[in-house]
């Protein structure tokens, strides 16, 4: 059950949107369920000789009572409550009494106060009602409704038991302001899918990602076409700023402007202020040079991520909740740079992570003097890289990184909840789904080229694999062996001993990295370490099918030579020992 408080400054205007058709002709019966008094507000949903302004005027009679220059400006209050998709439509009995409740809990119109601020509850669907105030009483003095939203949910989550509905997570205070009917009702006019709010929020956390300092985290603002207005203290220092797109615009013609802190909590200028300090990215210089070094950028910046995400996930499985705190900041911004320079394969999984995420980086635990400019240079050299092909080592690089965001985000989830942070783990849940589905888009390709590599293992060198996992993780041997990725997994362990390395130890090496219970594909997660600390290519050429032309040059020229298609290093097992000196 979900309640919405806003407050608003026009009685009527409220009651015609709740007793009218709606914006997409979703509204059915309009009715009263409850009011401050039985009787006393006329119902022009089921009384023919009511109406809107009838109803208007004896909500508004405590407020035009008062002299006008007291009456507050925005004296409507407003509580939509929904229940939950899923859960069973309540009867108009149950509505009301849910409405009495939460006037109640909230201070609007406590019980058994009959002074208390004249309210109605309006349904006009299944499976919500709209409770209407206005904020002064009856003996004139305004209503006292602080934290109105936190004891509404608070309530809502009583009701919910009670009621044998689903009980849905309370808020905390740290999301960010949702967008406003009005505001959602002009988005759909505009044709847009979204709101100002939502858009500006996600490119000014786009344009923090990675800032080095205030001056670049402007200029991005101003690189991505928004409008900008700084706020000056007479001193001439910036004490905050304002936000607005290009071509939104009031009913006056005037620019819509949106503070920091009212796209989201942390985006204020003093807290922006506080994370570059705490956590100012180590600069590196551009990649000059040749064209082909600047497209194998991205995927260098990508790998070198990746560790820098394994230790967040390590610090967030600690004690110190100050410093994972920080890292998760870290994190959010990783995604977000991550997002914004993603192929187009993967880029509105990455964008919808990114956005749940948003939501998972703030509680009320402080992260004011941690330490997290490691993962901050890791999003600065993504953004600096520039967007991703998809293709080759790019998408084998992205494929790498995106399966340590998976664990990093499962970690997130593990951290919250041990915290009691339902809202924050809910959020970080839904980013790992996004994540998951992202990590398969791209990592299709590759490890179905290094699946087909370790089919055409030979048996034996595939069986002596098996026994070097079953030695060194015995209890998982089994399991892994019948995962999709053992094929990917034996290939990788082929390629890093023709490198040179001790498959055994490499092996070890990555198991310890990192437990690997939160894993969703155990060999998945291990082939991409093993490339990591192997460096291995992210990636691995498909094997070439012989072609027609190619036979029929072999038929022509039976006697030539045949070279294999890659030089082929005697596995261990089959190496000669080394003979005397001659």
Not at 225 to 249: F, H, M, Q, T, W
Not at 530 to 535: K, T, V
Request: charged fraction near 30%.
């Amino acid at each position: 059950m979900v309640p919405d408080v806003s407050t608003g400054s026009r009685t009527y205007g409220l009651l015609n949107y709740l007793y009218g058709p709606g914006r997409r002709e979703e509204h059915t019966d309009a009715h009263l369920v409850a009011s401050w008094m039985p009787g006393l507000a006329p119902d022009p949903g089921r009384d023919p000789d009511a109406t809107l302004k009838q109803l208007a005027d004896r909500l508004d009679l405590p407020v035009l009572a008062l002299p006008k220059d007291r009456r507050p400006a925005q004296h409507v209050w407003h509580c939509p409550v929904r229940t939950a998709p899923g859960d069973r439509y309540l009867t108009d009995a149950e509505w009301a009494e849910v409405a009495r409740r939460v006037v109640h809990a909230t201070g609007i119109a406590e019980e058994g106060d009959d002074k208390a601020c004249r309210w109605i509850a309006v349904r006009h669907a299944d499976d919500h009602i709209h409770i209407a105030a206005t904020l002064v009483r009856q003996d004139g003095r305004q209503a006292r409704h602080h934290n109105d939203g936190i004891r509404a949910q608070a309530e809502c989550r009583k009701i919910e038991k009670e009621f044998g509905l689903q009980i849905l997570n309370g808020g905390d205070r740290t999301a960010a302001q949702r967008p406003t009917s009005a505001e959602r009702s002009k988005a759909e006019r505009s044709g847009r899918t979204e709101t100002p709010r939502e858009t500006l929020r996600e490119s000014v956390r786009h344009a923090l990602a990675g800032a080095a300092s205030e001056e670049e985290f402007f200029d991005r603002l101003a690189e991505a076409g928004l409008r900008i207005e700084k706020r000056i203290a007479p001193s001439g220092d910036a004490i905050g700023y304002n936000v607005a797109l290009p071509g939104d615009r009031n009913r006056d013609g005037e620019p819509i402007w949106f503070s920091g802190s009212k796209l989201a909590p942390d985006l204020s200028l003093p807290k922006i202020r506080q994370r570059l300090d705490a956590g100012r990215p180590d600069d590196d210089e551009p990649v000059a040079g040749r064209a082909d070094e600047q497209v194998k950028r991205p995927a260098r910046a990508r790998r070198e991520a990746a560790p820098v995400v394994e230790r967040a996930a390590t610090i967030l499985d600690g004690d110190d909740d100050e410093d994972s705190a920080a890292q998760l900041v870290g994190v959010g911004e990783l995604l977000d740079a991550i997002a914004q320079t993603a192929p187009a394969s993967t880029r509105k999984e990455l964008a919808e992570a990114a956005r749940a995420f948003e939501r998972a980086t703030r509680s009320h635990i402080r992260a004011e003097h941690a330490d997290n400019r490691a993962i901050r240079s890791a999003a600065r050299s993504i953004v600096r890289a520039g967007n991703a092909l998809g293709k080759g080592e790019d998408g084998g690089a992205t494929a790498m990184l995106l399966s340590t965001m998976v664990l990093v985000t499962i970690a997130t989830v593990h951290w919250h909840s041990a915290r009691g942070h339902a809202q924050q783990a809910a959020a970080a849940q839904r980013a790992a789904q996004h994540l998951r589905s992202a990590y398969r888009s791209a990592s299709a390709a590759p490890m179905n080229a290094m699946r087909e590599r370790g089919r055409r293992l030979p048996e034996p060198v595939r069986e002596r694999y098996a026994g070097t996992f079953e030695t060194v993780l015995p209890e998982q041997a089994d399991h892994v062996r019948r995962e999709p990725g053992w094929d990917a997994l034996t290939a990788t362990l082929d390629q890093a001993e023709r490198a040179g390395h001790d498959p055994d130890a490499l092996l070890q090496q990555a198991i310890e990295w990192r437990e690997l219970d939160t894993a969703d594909s155990v060999t998945d997660v291990l082939v991409w370490r093993l490339r990591r600390i192997g460096e291995l290519p992210a990636t691995m050429d498909a094997p070439r099918a012989r072609t027609n032309a190619w036979t029929a040059q072999s038929r022509r020229y039976p006697s030539a030579p045949q070279a294999p298609e890659t030089p082929v290093r005697p596995h261990r097992a089959d190496r000669r020992p080394p003979g005397p000196r001659r």
